[in-house]
C-alpha cells in the first residue's frame, strides 16, 4: 500500500528550467491538492483540484500550473523556475473536498539557483 | 484578511502535559484541524473539529471555540517522540485549508 508517493525527493534546478514534479496515490480519492512549505511560514496552497478534469487556483499559483487526467496523477510544473520557487512541495489527497483529514506525500525538496 | 496564530515554539518536559494554543480570523469556517510534522516529514493528521467542545483521542485532546476563534491541542503524558512541529489549519468558506506557521514542540528528558 503505497498511499501518496511524489517524484524526485529533491532536486537542483537552474533558474530558467521548466520542472515537473509528479504526484500520484492509489486511494481513489477524489481531491488532490499541491502546497509548497516555507519556513516561518505555513503551508500554502497552490493548486488544487476536486475531481478528475478539473483544477484550481489556491493562494500562490503564479509561476506553477498543473492538470488532472485521471484521478490517481496531479503533477505540478514550474513552467521558468526562479530562486523564489525554492522550497518544499507536498502534496496531498483527501476523498473529497472539504472537511476531509489530508492526506500528505514525503515532499520534494526543490532547490532553484 | 485571514489569519492562524500559534506560538512558534514551546519547551515541555517528557512525562508532562503541554497545551498549544491556535487562534484564527477567517472568512468562514467549516472546521478545524490539528497536524503533526517530524521534522523533514510529511504533515499527518491528529483531530479535527467543527463543533464546540473537546475532542478526546487517547493521549491527545482537541478543544474548540467558535464564539472566541480559539482552539487548542493538548497532549498528556510527553513522550520524545511527541517532539514535532503541530499544525493548526481552517476549512475556509471556500473549503480551503488555511494553515498556520506551526508550534515547534522540544521535549527535554
Known amino acids: 500500500i503505497a498511499g501518496i508517493t511524489q517524484a524526485p525527493t529533491s532536486q537542483i534546478l537552474a533558474a530558467g528550467r521548466r520542472m515537473t514534479l509528479r504526484c500520484t496515490q492509489d486511494m481513489r480519492h477524489n481531491a488532490m491538492y499541491w502546497y509548497r512549505q516555507d519556513l516561518g511560514l505555513g503551508l500554502r496552497l497552490i493548486h488544487y483540484s476536486n475531481t478528475a478534469g478539473t483544477t484550481g487556483k489556491g493562494e500562490v499559483p503564479d509561476g506553477y500550473s498543473v492538470s488532472r487526467a485521471n484521478t490517481d496523477d496531479f503533477p505540478l510544473t514550474l513552467a521558468s523556475a526562479v530562486p523564489s520557487q525554492t522550497s518544499v512541495y507536498f502534496c496531498?489527497?483527501?476523498?473529497?473536498?472539504?472537511?476531509?483529514?489530508?492526506?500528505f506525500g514525503p515532499g520534494t525538496r526543490l532547490t532553484v539557483l | 484578511g485571514q489569519n492562524i496564530d500559534q506560538p512558534t515554539e514551546m519547551t515541555a518536559t517528557e512525562g508532562a502535559i503541554v497545551q498549544i494554543n491556535c487562534t484564527y480570523q477567517t472568512s468562514g469556517f467549516n472546521g478545524l484541524f490539528w497536524y503533526q510534522q517530524h521534522a523533514g516529514e510529511a504533515p499527518t493528521f491528529l483531530s479535527y473539529?467543527?463543533l464546540d467542545g473537546l475532542e478526546e483521542k487517547g493521549r491527545f485532546s482537541s478543544f474548540l471555540s467558535r464564539s472566541k476563534g480559539y482552539s487548542y491541542l493538548l497532549l498528556k503524558e510527553l513522550q520524545m517522540k511527541d517532539s514535532a512541529s503541530y499544525l493548526c489549519a481552517v476549512l475556509d468558506s471556500n473549503y480551503q485549508l488555511i494553515w498556520g506557521a506551526g508550534t515547534k514542540l522540544i521535549i527535554k528528558p
Open positions: 473539529n467543527v
Open positions: 496531498a489527497s483527501s476523498e473529497g473536498a472539504g472537511g476531509n483529514e489530508q492526506f
